[in-house]
């Protein structure tokens, strides 16, 4: 890529990036306690948790500043990407560099370890705070290990705001020290965050928590469906939502899985492969564990999982409705399960 196609490059992926981050952030909360100025002192802000739980809102708002004097903000989301894995290394160090300080800095570069070292002395070097927020990285494991690299060798003042493209992505992020994560757990909305983005208070509020179980996805269609009195797994948005951005973004086996895991009273290996006669539940659920968190581990053996109510009513439905034959079957072989084990 010559300087000149590399520069049209940069400014088309930059335009589209930052128009996807004004977009992203219409009409959404910009959650303090998530945001850059709770952790003032931290280097890295990690978001892990399911989808549909705001990661990508909270890194485009971490992109928002207003104080241009003091801080530079680099904003990549690789959704904006023609192709997510053919963007190296190079092509990464040279878009940071674009976001931080335009073409200048290329005069130099002669080659694709040049760009790399530029973008390490441009990082190291500079005198304010840079911000880099990254929505979707991980995939790509040469960009994940160069991500990494300067985490561990720029100074204070250059802080990362990282949504994985999945779970597990990025794992040793998680055991460096300056390494804030939140998960779902952090990120599901209260009471007063509703209140704030529906304009209902009291008792409408804690009934939105009470039907949503705070998933920021399911309280968004709560507040924009004709029919918030119905049960949330039945509303026609929640069906749309689960079935055009959870199941069709899994593989055949896994979605198999996750419909057949949400007949089970207790999810767990064990009692999968008992109802079902399979041996490839531990497979299944080591994926959508470092993928998706769709399961939660309950207890503390770690080896039952449970899944978030609305997304099991509605799976429940689904698999009554394709397979209506096997229904009877199936509980049956959950319910001698139990029995076997003595849990009535």
């Known amino acids: 890529m010559t300087r000149h196609s590399l520069e ?43 989808p549909g739980y705001g990661k990508s809102v909270q890194v485009a708002f971490a992109a928002n500043t207003r104080e241009l004097e003091l801080e530079s903000v680099v904003y990549i989301n690789t959704r904006s990407f023609p192709d997510s894995y053919g963007v190296n290394d190079s092509l990464f160090a040279a878009l940071v560099l674009y976001q931080i300080e335009g073409v200048e ?13 530029a973008l390490r002395n441009a990082l190291c070097n500079a005198k304010k705070t840079i911000r880099i927020c990254l929505d979707g990285i991980g995939e790509a494991k040469h960009t994940a290990d160069l991500i990494e690299d300067l985490i561990c060798e720029t100074p204070s003042n250059v802080k990362f705001f990282i949504a994985p493209s999945r779970v597990g992505a990025l794992a040793r992020l998680s055991m460096m020290t300056g390494v804030v994560t939140y998960g779902a757990d952090e990120l599901v909305f209260t009471e007063e965050e509703v209140s704030e983005l529906s304009g209902m208070g009291g008792p409408e509020a804690s009934n939105i928590i ?4 705070g998933w920021p996805a399911l309280v968004r269609l709560m507040c924009q469906t004709p ?22 973004a899994l593989p055949d086996s896994t979605r198999t899985f996750l419909c057949n895991a949400a007949m089970l009273e207790v999810i767990s290996a064990e009692c999968y492969g008992y109802v079902y006669k399979t041996e490839e539940a531990d497979r299944e659920i080591t994926f959508l564990n470092e993928h998706y968190a769709l399961l939660a581990p309950t207890g503390t053996s770690g080896d039952r999982m449970d899944m978030h109510p609305v997304l099991r009513e509605y799976l429940r439905s689904l698999f009554n409705t394709t397979q209506r034959e096997r229904r009877s079957y199936v509980l049956k072989r959950v319910a001698f399960w139990h029995w076997r084990r003595g849990e009535y």
Request: glycine share 2%; charged share 25%.
């Open 8 to 50: 049209d490059w940069c400014r088309r992926m930059s335009e589209r990036m930052w128009a996807r981050q004004c977009f992203i952030t219409q009409g959404c909360l910009d959650r303090y306690c998530l945001s850059a100025s709770a952790t003032p002192e931290s280097k890295v802000v990690l978001y892990r948790a399911p």
């Open 227 to 248: 029919n918030p009195n119905l049960p949330a797994a039945t509303w026609p948005e929640t069906r749309s939502y689960f079935r055009d951005n959870l199941l069709t």
């Open 210 to 213: 009470k039907a949503t179980g």
């Open 105 to 117: 800095s290329w005069r130099t570069i002669k080659s694709d370890i040049d760009t790399i070292e």
